[in-house]
């Protein structure tokens, strides 16, 4: 059973950082999708960043409004995946999820429908 528990949430000033985890069990596909998405109150839950492996090869894709300030990154050996968030605005607050799934033909990274297993989120809340 694949569970995915998100951490490291919190409230920050705008221009600070963050660093959510993301630790894995049960997951144990060679080629996959993780990633993050993240859900501002009243609007649809959007991807922020997604790791592709597929056989020995990796990608990472990030949201336009992310690139250059979030990096996604992950530790094979803990099983965890990570979202360093710096330069943190307040259109960046909202729940933030992990999600998994096997690699599949024809998958969007950004696609919410790609995604098998998500976690319960973690709030990241920023203030100016």
């Known amino acids: 059973q694949v569970q995915l528990v998100e951490s490291g949430g919190g409230s920050v000033q705008a221009g600070g950082s963050l660093r959510l985890s993301c630790a894995a069990s049960?997951?144990?596909?060679?080629?996959?999708?993780m990633g993050w998405f993240r859900q501002a109150p009243g609007k649809e839950r959007e991807g922020v960043a997604a790791?592709?492996?597929?056989?020995?090869?990796?990608?990472?894709y990030y949201a336009d409004s992310v690139k250059g300030r979030f990096t996604i990154s992950q530790d094979n050996a803990k099983n965890t995946l990570y979202l360093q968030m710096n330069s943190l605005k307040p259109e960046d607050t909202g729940m933030y999820y992990c999600?998994?799934?096997?690699?599949?033909?024809?998958?969007?990274?950004?696609?919410?429908?790609?995604?098998?297993?998500w976690g319960q989120g973690t709030q990241v809340t920023v203030s100016s």
């Open positions: 999600a998994a799934a096997p690699w599949k033909y024809g998958g969007r990274w950004y696609n919410e429908g790609t995604y098998n297993y």
């Open positions: 049960g997951y144990t596909y060679k080629s996959y999708y």
């Open positions: 790791i592709i492996v597929y056989f020995n090869g990796g990608s990472t």
